[in-house]
């Protein structure tokens, strides 16, 4: 023991104990601390009872002997941190080199295991950045694994250990299946078998054991979990056509034989298989159900899967049976009756072997699918509903050459449709109108009105109508979907009160929000200022004296949502507003009055106060309140 930490001890101001663990922290030792982490033994002063350590945030800390003995604990040299901390260099050299040993030395610096995350606090900051470190770390853990020292578990959130001894890949994925307790985790630990197959090449025996158990498995767990006996069984093929020298316990357990006795359940068994396997029964289904595979796989391309709709015209390409498909979807198309999967797949795949399906029938069709699910509050319709207004191509597609009479038809049909506002309808409209500029007058005829004649409104109402607009959007109109979703789940939607409720008020909604949105792209919004007093003109406040007995009367002429008769505020659109306007000062105008009609003369025409609204709150104080324009 050093001479001046004797006299420490001999002094009790040190035990015995303590002295020795300071013997181990002497200057120039690396140390841990379970606050201040790693750091440095920068000196001793035991004349003041202080050692002093250089942590990486804080320089020369001083520490009392006794704290410091009880709470740092040394690291040796070939530690990690402390390798890292004398020679940064050879370090990052060796992450290049020879991944695998960093790996080990950081597993050995902590106790032989370590998770990912704790891994990467060891390198992320002085040595790698964030997407550094997830580079280096995808293409270190193939190597790990291959390297048969280290178990890499499944799991993220687990630790990776450092072996004594050297395991083989085959070894471990024996161990990883042998471990499996439940069908799902075996089937995974099988896929990884399968996956690196080769590493059994030198002992394929060891795999028959394997393959009685997923046998044995596949046959306990047919009637509740098909879909898992399904990949079990791809799974077992793919092992014994890999080593054709293992043998099946069953032979009679095969994937024709499993399509056969779960055929009335494909429809729910496919969507739960992985896409490849998935794949994999679709192409074996002409071989497990013979002449009649194609009604079946007709009545599954009806189903609301999107991958397996994608999937089957393949299989009817790959057995010549394309005429049969092409056939069952234009009566389909003709009857309305597609699903909108099977719509959506036709028109991303109208370039190819079905562009002779993409006609302007296929319209009509996209539109009954879309209402059919928006009835139905099915997502499915959005999807087809976005490809239709996003694809700008898929509507020219549809009606390149077809006649001008059925393209009329068609936009009759796009403009009858509940599915679209009037803007989004417009926009579609234009794409045909496009290709025949003279059908133009199918929309101009029906809206002729709103096209010629603008709304004259102010900036307030507008707004007003803006906020309700908003609210229907944001607010009104999610509270009612979550309203039906509620009411739907208590049973019976014939005898359901509730959803019938539900339904009409989204009916009420929808239909406000179709003429809020009308309206709103008609209206033209001003602050009345400057308007032209030299004859009764919107902005204007008219004072009348009635022929006979000099009675006078005012009225404010404003937009058409502005409306006060109370106050004399009154739209341009009313039957008062319509028969003063154009008239100047001293002309006469018939107006209905309580007793009839009584004759007006025009006394007076000035301009109104700049955006003149009256809310209830000023009504109620008889205060006009003005808002300038925004």
Excluded at 120 to 131: A, K, N, T
Excluded at 466 to 490: D, F, M
Aim: hydrophobic residues 40%; glycine residues 4%; contains cysteine.
């Amino acid at each position: 023991m050093d001479a001046e930490l004797e006299k420490v001890v001999e002094s009790g101001k040190l035990t015995a104990k303590a002295a020795d663990q300071l013997e181990k922290l002497r200057p120039g030792t690396y140390c841990l601390h379970k606050s201040w982490g790693f750091g440095r033994i920068a000196d001793w002063n035991l004349l003041l009872n202080q050692i002093v350590i250089d942590f990486r945030g804080k320089k020369a800390h001083p520490m009392q002997l006794l704290y410091a003995a009880e709470n740092l604990t040394p690291i040796p040299p070939e530690h990690f941190l402390a390798r890292k901390a004398s020679d940064l260099p050879a370090i990052k050299k060796l992450l290049k080199q020879n991944p695998a040993a960093v790996v080990r030395n950081i597993l050995e610096s902590v106790g032989g295991s370590a998770t990912v995350q704790q891994i990467s606090q060891m390198l992320v900051g002085d040595i790698f950045q964030e997407p550094e470190w997830k580079r280096w770390w995808d293409s270190t853990k193939k190597i790990l694994k291959k390297e048969g020292h280290f178990l890499i578990p499944a799991k993220k959130n687990e630790p990776i250990q450092l072996r004594a001894e050297k395991v083989s890949r085959a070894s471990e994925l024996l161990t990883f299946f042998a471990q499996a307790r439940q069908p799902k985790e075996q089937a995974a630990a099988l896929d990884q078998i399968i996956k690196f197959h080769a590493e059994f090449s030198d002992n394929p025996g060891s795999l028959q054991s394997i393959v009685a158990t997923i046998e044995e498995t596949a046959a306990r767990n047919q009637r509740l979990n098909p879909a898992l006996v399904f990949e079990l069984v791809i799974a077992r093929d793919d092992l014994l056509l890999h080593f054709p020298q293992l043998k099946s316990t069953n032979p009679e357990l095969t994937l024709v034989r499993l399509i056969e006795e779960e055929e009335p359940r494909l429809a729910l068994i496919l969507p739960k298989l992985p896409s490849a396997k998935e794949r994999r029964v679709l192409h074996v289904l002409p071989a497990a159900l013979g002449p009649r595979w194609s009604a079946r796989a007709l009545q599954l391309m009806q189903t609301n899967n999107a991958r397996m709709v994608a999937q089957i015209p393949r299989v009817f390409v790959e057995h010549n049976q394309q005429a049969d498909l092409r056939a069952a979807l234009e009566r389909g198309i003709r009857e309305h009756s597609v699903t909108s999967e099977a719509l959506g797949w036709l028109c991303k795949e109208r370039n190819g072997e079905w562009r002779d399906l993409v006609k302007p029938e296929l319209l009509g069709a996209i539109l009954s699918a879309i209402e059919r699910d928006q009835h139905n509050e099915s997502s499915r319709g959005n999807r087809l509903r976005d490809l239709l207004l996003d694809d700008r191509e898929l509507i020219p597609d549809m009606f390149a050459g077809a006649e001008i009479t059925v393209a009329r038809d068609a936009m009759r049909r796009l403009m009858l449709t509940p599915v679209f506002d009037e803007l989004t309808k417009r926009s579609l409209l234009a794409r045909i109108i496009k290709l025949y500029p003279t059908l133009e007058n199918v929309i101009t005829g029906d809206q002729k009105e709103e096209k010629s004649e603008a709304l004259v409104v102010s900036w307030s109402s507008l707004d007003k109508r803006k906020a309700e607009h908003e609210e229907l959007i944001n607010k009104k109109i999610p509270e009612n979907s979550k309203e039906i979703g509620v009411a739907r789940s208590y049973g019976d939607l014939r005898e359901n009160f509730e959803f019938k409720a539900a339904k009409e008020m989204q009916a009420v909604l929808m239909r406000r929000k179709n003429e809020l949105e009308a309206a709103l792209h008609r209206a033209r919004g001003t602050d009345f200022s400057n308007p032209d007093t030299s004859q009764v003109s919107i902005g204007t406040t008219i004072t009348l004296r009635e022929r006979g007995n000099g009675k006078q009367e005012s009225y404010t002429l404003l937009g058409a949502w502005d409306s006060d008769p109370d106050r004399g505020v009154i739209s341009y659109q009313t039957a008062i507003g319509q028969a003063l306007l154009g008239h100047r000062v001293g002309e006469t105008v018939s107006l209905q009055a309580d007793q009839g009609t009584s004759d007006f003369e025009i006394a007076s025409i000035e301009a109104a106060p700049v955006d003149v609204v009256f809310t209830s709150a000023a009504a109620d104080e008889d205060i006009p309140l003005a808002v300038h324009a925004q």
